[in-house]
């Protein structure tokens, strides 16, 4: 008999990140089989009926609920995961912290500083586990540039740079609002690119170089007004198109991001470099099983950039994967975060990001959107 502990989850959304978190947690244990809990998808949670039992069916939950609330009052639930859009975010997961369930948050946590704010009160109260789906950290050359950098290879760091570029919504056609198109409606995402695109640059970006102390930012609204396919009337554009911002980090070195949904011929170019007094590093979402590196102290006939395909296995995560040379994908990054919050269980060590880092992310998120409508430089309130 199994001595296997079932973690019951109970997801709620059933759009693309859905997808993501039930293929995580149906492969999880067949990748990492020494963990001591197995996820068992108990129930699926959202509201268009049509596509509920189909969905559940696709990826194995044993039951189906319409209401949320009914989900988060049911005793064979354990953690609830929320992938539904922005807007809900706080009401759920507050309501299921007071319901004493653990919380798998998508990312961004909030639609702004008060909500996000409400959310890790209500989880420092409930004191359940928590963790928020920033998961390009667990992208195995993400994981492998944070391991390069505290081992202090690089030395002091002078410059992180990083961009996220797609171009999806430069037709002026495209509606805004309703299943599909909620992230281009202000009142649901709380923003355009900074919560969607620039949230994730910064949650790395903290991660690796540590808090981010203050911004000046710009951002732009390209077209202004478009149909919206709740209300059937051309309604004004609430979110930002483009968003950009200079920063200081705690540790000195300065910071550069970029994001937008204009970058014709970017469909998710998510890339950053990180400059330090020794060595650099850059990686590249499109190619996301390299990473770049510069050493400064290779001998000069052969100094230049390496590029390092990270499938080895004494490289992050990839003792769990295929032999030597061989790729894993985007999706990967969701099996690790459920394989790490999976151990969290066990260690009692929060899985992060948790509620209370991501909250760090939103603050520089409110910091620029502050700074955007100003013209002036901005304190994030970041911790360290
Ligand atoms: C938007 O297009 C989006 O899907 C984001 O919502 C995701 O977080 C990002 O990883 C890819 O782009």
Redesign the pocket.
Known sequence: MSTKKKLNIGLIGGG??GRTHSNGYNRVANFFPALQYTPVLKAVCFRNESKLKGFAEQWGYESTETDWRKMIKRNDIDAIDICTPNDTHAEIAIAAAAAGKMILCE?PLARNLEESQQMVDAITKAGVANTVWY??RRLPAVTLAKQIIGSGKLGQIFHYRAN?L?D?TINASLPQGGEGLW?MDAAVAGSGVLG??LS?CIDTAMWLNGGIKDVTAMSETFIKERMHQLTGKVEKVGIDDACSFLCHFSNGSLGLFEST?YARGHK?L?TFEINGANASIRWDLHDLNRLEYFDNSDESIVKGWRSIHVTDGDQPYMNKWWVPGLGIGYEHSFVHQVADFLESLETGKPCSPTFAEAHQTQLVCNAVQESAKSGSWKNTGVSN
Do not use: E, G
Request: no cysteine.
């Open positions: 693309f990140m990312k998961n390009y996220f797609q999806w992230r969607d695109l994730h949904r998710a998510y």
